[in-house]
C-alpha cells in the first residue's frame, strides 16, 4: 500500500490532508510532537471529521492512520524515508523545527534507494520552497538536495481552531469546511508527478499562490480586522455586516483586477472566486475567530505578505490599492493600540516601505481608525483617496 507522511497533526493536516490521503488509498503516518496526539492516533487507527456548513453537517471517519512523534528521531526519519509522498503543513514558524528529521529522512532515503522525495508544502508563507531549500541546504550533499522536490501548495480549505469544549469529549475531532482541492505545483516534482484524488498539479503555480494570498488570505484578514474593530468575534458576523462586505469585497477586487493583468486570467473568474470566497466566509458553522484570522499582525503587514504583498500587486499593475490600505491601517491600529509607538516608525518596519501611495494612504487611514470613525466615514476618507490618485 501507498505510504503518505503529514508532518503536523493539527488542524490542516487532519482536517483536510488526512483526508485527502485517506480517500486516494494512502496508509497515513502523522509526524508531530504531541504525545496525546499521536497516542490516540495509534489506538484507533482514525479519527472524526465534521464537514460542516450553515444549517448541518456531515460526520466523516477518516481511516488507516497511525503516529510517530516527532522527539523520536529514529522513527520520524524511517517514516519519511520510506514514504511515498510527504506532507508539511505545521505552521510557518515551526518550519525550522522539522529540518532535522526531513534532513535525515532524506538522507537515509537517498543512501538506500537514491529514489526522489517530493514535500508537498502546505505552509500560508510566500516562497516557503525556498525558504526550506535554504534550511536544508546546509544539511545535506548536492546529490541529496538535487533529489528533493519542494511542492508549493495553496489551502484553500478553511478549518478554524478546535472548540475546546468539543475536544475535551474527543481530542482528535476536527472540523472543516467542505472545499477540498489541493492545487500544488507541477513543474517543483522530481520524477513521475504523483496522480492523487483532489492533488491538482498546475503550470505556471505563481498565478494560484498569489491568487490565495493576495484574494483570500488578504481579504480574510481584512475581515477579521475590521470585525474585531467592531467589536464581532466571529468571521461569519463581521462578514453579514454590509459596511465591513463592502470594505472586503473593494479590497478583494482590487486584487482581483490587478491579478488579471498581471497573469492575463479572465477577470470574470476572479470575480466569481471572490464571491465564493466570501459566501465561505459566512458559513457559521464553522465557528471561525477575528482574533485567529487576524492573529500575528507583523507577518501579516510582512512585505510580502498577504496585506502588504498584495497592495504592493496591485500598484504593480498600475492600480491603486486604496480598500486593502484600509486593511492594513485597521491591522496597524490594533498593533499600536496593543503595543505603543509611532504609527509611521511601525509601520515602516513591519511593511518595508518607506514612502509612496501604500504608505500615504494607510497612514492616513489609521488616524481614521485611531479615532474612533465610524466605517462609513473611513469608506468615504479611501473614496477620497481613490479619487486623488485616480485623477
Known amino acids: 500500500m501507498k505510504q503518505a507522511v503529514i508532518i503536523g497533526a493539527g488542524n490542516i493536516g487532519r482536517g483536510f490532508i488526512g483526508q485527502i490521503m485517506s480517500e486516494a488509498g494512502f496508509e497515513t503516518c502523522f509526524v508531530d510532537v504531541s504525545e496525546k496526539i499521536v497516542g490516540e492516533l495509534n489506538t484507533r487507527h482514525e479519527y472524526p471529521l465534521e464537514i460542516v456548513r450553515t444549517g448541518g453537517a456531515k460526520k466523516l471517519t477518516i481511516t488507516n492512520v497511525r503516529a510517530v512523534n516527532g522527539n523520536d528521531r529514529d522513527a520520524a526519519q524511517r517514516a519519511i524515508a520510506d514514504c511515498d509522498i510527504c506532507v508539511t503543513c505545521v505552521g510557518a514558524k515551526a518550519i525550522k523545527f522539522i529540518i532535522p528529521n526531513l534532513a535525515g529522512g532524506i538522507k537515509l532515503r537517498y543512501a538506500e534507494t537514491k529514489r526522489p522525495f517530493n514535500l508537498l508544502i502546505c505552509e500560508n508563507l510566500m516562497d516557503a520552497d525556498k525558504y526550506i531549500h535554504s534550511l536544508l541546504e546546509p544539511e545535506l550533499t548536492a546529490d541529496e538536495l538535487a533529489s528533493v522536490g519542494l511542492v508549493e ?15 475535551k469529549i474527543d481530542p482528535l475531532l476536527v472540523r472543516a ?22 492533488v491538482l498539479p498546475v503550470s505556471p503555480f505563481r498565478f494560484i499562490i498569489e491568487r490565495k494570498l493576495y484574494i483570500h488570505n488578504m481579504g480574510h484578514a ?9 467589536g464581532y468575534t466571529y468571521i461569519s458576523e463581521a462578514i453579514a455586516d454590509p459596511e465591513i ?11 482581483a483586477v490587478a491579478l488579471a493583468k498581471r497573469f492575463s486570467m479572465p477577470f470574470d473568474e476572479l470575480i466569481e472566486h471572490t464571491n465564493d470566497l ?27 505578505d498577504r496585506l502588504t504583498g498584495g497592495a504592493l500587486s496591485v500598484i504593480e499593475a498600475g492600480g491603486h490599492p486604496g480598500y486593502i490600505a484600509v486593511g492594513a491601517a485597521s491591522a496597524l491600529a490594533k498593533y499600536a493600540s496593543e503595543n505603543g509607538g509611532d504609527a509611521a516608525e ?46
Open 222 to 230: 481584512v475581515c477579521a480586522y475590521l470585525g474585531m474593530y467592531k
Open 245 to 255: 462586505r463592502v470594505i472586503v469585497r473593494e479590497a478583494m477586487t482590487e486584487s
Open 346 to 391: 511601525i509601520f515602516a518596519s513591519l511593511t518595508g516601505v518607506n514612502d509612496g501611495e501604500y504608505r500615504t494612504s494607510a497612514l492616513a487611514l489609521y488616524e481614521k481608525f485611531a479615532s474612533g470613525a465610524s466605517l462609513p466615514e473611513i469608506i468615504a476618507a479611501a473614496d477620497a483617496l481613490l479619487y486623488e490618485a485616480n485623477k
Open 177 to 198: 469546511e467542505e472545499y477540498g482541492v489541493l492545487p500544488c505545483d507541477r513543474d517543483a516534482f522530481k520524477g513521475e508527478v504523483p496522480e492523487i484524488k483532489n
Open 153 to 167: 501548495t495553496s489551502v484553500g480549505r478553511m478549518v478554524p481552531i478546535p472548540d475546546p469544549e468539543l475536544l
Open 278 to 304: 466570501i459566501r465561505r466566509f459566512g458559513n457559521t458553522a464553522l465557528g471561525d475567530t477575528c482574533a485567529r484570522v487576524g492573529a500575528d499582525i507583523p507577518r501579516k503587514l510582512a512585505n510580502s
